[in-house]
């Protein structure tokens, strides 16, 4: 069996184990080794449906130390006025680009594609190879880093948890643009199942390519709240709106008695949005999305209310609330993967391995880059856990609390310690040190209502902390 040596051995080479390793390289002098099931760098972003985006502006996605996109602004369309979101492809070419221009090129970093991690009962570290079917064993002088919590589950690679019956056409978003190629019949009907964004995504890009709203169902067992994509933006432009997201939650954070009631607060306000205004969303993915794109969704009419889907019959859905039917020949669009489960926490330094976690929500590279720091900087497990305590991603409405206390008190932690301020004082990926750098240039109401979060945020930690209890009392604190 062939052997390696390297300090750091990363499992999954996504934006998370890429953010922590680019950390790593610049603050350390440590050999570096990824190994990853894909055949490129980028996770999850391998297997994306061809229409997909990023949700959030490139700005703040991706490795510390390279921007991502060229800061355009869309012209036309849904998010017309607002920064380009990346596509599938740009994504993953910009970490293609980070592996071959910085990575392997440092000289320290070694990449192992299309290879499966194992480790032994004795704890010894290898790879297979799922082309060769070759194992190499690795020496890890240093650590394990463990970045397969986080394993997005995307339609391509979900297992469906429903049945279909004999006849019924399903197919995938990724497999959607292609379904014609073989010569096959424009559906009479489409059928999306699913609520999250992915589902969202579709109807957008079906209608975009002048299907007719008539023409889609929409299976959508529960209501999600959703970020307006206008309270998201980098630069001095749309200052007002993130500056105005930040105050106002903590305001509302401070006083409310639910989590119902923060959301409503910040839905008044322009930063949250619904598809539905009639009823209360129960879900919440921290998803993003114009209002140009609730405008054009809220053109399918057909929305199906039978709870999560359990068969599909040709021309017949059952639900876990009852029936519903749907023209016979519809094609149907399965989009019930769930991209980010919530799943429990350990601390992220646990002797000779380490497990990234979310310390910002919901800004993943962000949060491994900060690990990647804080590895490279601190000496102990004690000092470094007691820098950064991972949260829980959030499922329901009544989760957004937690992460708000958890995002703020990781922030306290961090303004507390000179190493880490002066990591994140000019950090490409953190959203404050963005805003920092364009305060001379917003107005004066603006520069005041950002004067104000810091203490906005202290006087909502009491509040927050009941509201968390509250919710883990009523909720749980687990997996899901
Ligand atoms: C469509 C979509 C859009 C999204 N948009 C955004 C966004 O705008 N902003 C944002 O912050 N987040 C977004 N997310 C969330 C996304 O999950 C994270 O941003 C991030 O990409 C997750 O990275 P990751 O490295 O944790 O996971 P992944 O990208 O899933 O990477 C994990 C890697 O681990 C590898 N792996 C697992 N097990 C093994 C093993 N045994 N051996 C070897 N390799 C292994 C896998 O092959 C995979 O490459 C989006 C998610 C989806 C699905």
């Known amino acids: 069996m062939a052997q390696i040596d390297t300090d750091y051995l990363i499992v ?31 996770g999850h972003w391998n297997v994306a449906y061809p229409f997909v985006t990023l949700h959030q502006p490139s700005a703040t996605y991706g490795l510390n130390s390279m921007d991502m996109g060229d800061d355009r602004i869309d012209s036309a369309g849904p998010n017309e006025g607002f920064y380009e979101l990346a596509t599938g492809t740009q994504v993953l070419s910009y970490f293609e680009r980070a592996m071959h ?11 192992y594609p299309m290879s499966k991690y194992q480790l032994s009962e004795s704890g010894e570290h290898s790879f297979v190879s799922s082309l060769s079917g070759k194992e190499t064993q690795v020496n890890v002088r240093r650590k394990l880093v463990d970045c397969r919590t986080f394993t997005a589950s995307v339609p391509a690679t979900h297992k469906r948890k429903f049945d279909i019956a004999d006849g019924v056409q399903l197919t995938t978003p990724g497999k959607l643009p292609e379904a014609w190629l073989g010569g096959a019949k424009t559906p009479e009907h489409y059928v999306i199942v699913g609520a999250g964004k992915t589902a969202m995504d579709v109807g957008v890009w079906l209608l975009n390519m002048g299907v007719d709203a008539a023409k ?28 105005g997201w930040q105050l106002e939650q903590m305001r509302i954070a401070a006083t409310a008695s639910n989590a119902d009631e923060i959301f409503l607060h910040l ?9 539905d205004p009639s009823s209360l969303p129960s879900t919440f993915h921290f998803p993003t999305i114009s209002q140009g794109e609730v405008d054009l969704l809220r053109q399918i009419e057909d929305v199906i209310k039978i709870g999560r889907v359990s068969l599909i019959e040709p021309g017949l859905l059952h639900g876990a609330a009852g029936t519903a039917p749907v023209p016979v020949n519809s094609l149907f669009i399965d989009c019930t993967a769930v991209a980010a489960p919530r799943l429990s926490v350990t601390p992220i330094w646990q002797g000779d391995v380490i497990i990234p976690g979310l310390l910002q929500a919901p800004l993943v590279s962000l949060s491994a880059s900060v690990a990647g720091f804080i590895e490279a900087s601190f000496t102990t497990d004690d000092e470094k856990n007691a820098l950064a305590v991972p949260m829980q991603f959030t499922d329901t409405p009544a989760h957004y609390p937690q992460v708000l206390l958890s995002n703020a008190l ?13 990591f994140l004082k000019t950090a490409r990926l953190d959203p404050a040190a963005r805003m920092r750098a364009v305060m001379a240039d917003v107005s004066d109401q603006v520069r005041e209502e950002a004067s104000q979060i810091r203490d906005a945020t202290i006087a909502a930690v009491e509040n927050l902390q009941k509201l968390s209890a509250d919710s ?9």
């Open 101 to 111: 221009e910085r990575f392997i090129p440092s000289g320290r970093v070694s990449y």
């Open 12 to 42: 999954g080479a996504g934006a998370l184990g890429l953010s922590f390793a680019d950390a790593l390289l610049d603050h350390s002098d440590a050999h570096i080794t990824f190994v990853d099931q894909h055949p490129k760098p980028g």
């Open 216 to 243: 889609i169902s929409w299976v959508r067992p529960r209501e999600a709240w959703l970020i307006n994509r206008a309270s998201t933006q980098p630069g001095a432009k749309y200052a007002a709106n993130t500056t």
């Open 410 to 422: 990781n922030r306290l932690l961090w303004s507390q310690n000179e190493k880490v301020t002066g």
């Open 472 to 480: 883990e009392a009523e909720h749980g604190a687990g997996e899901r």
């Open 267 to 275: 839905e008044k306000h322009g930063h949250m949005l619904r598809i």
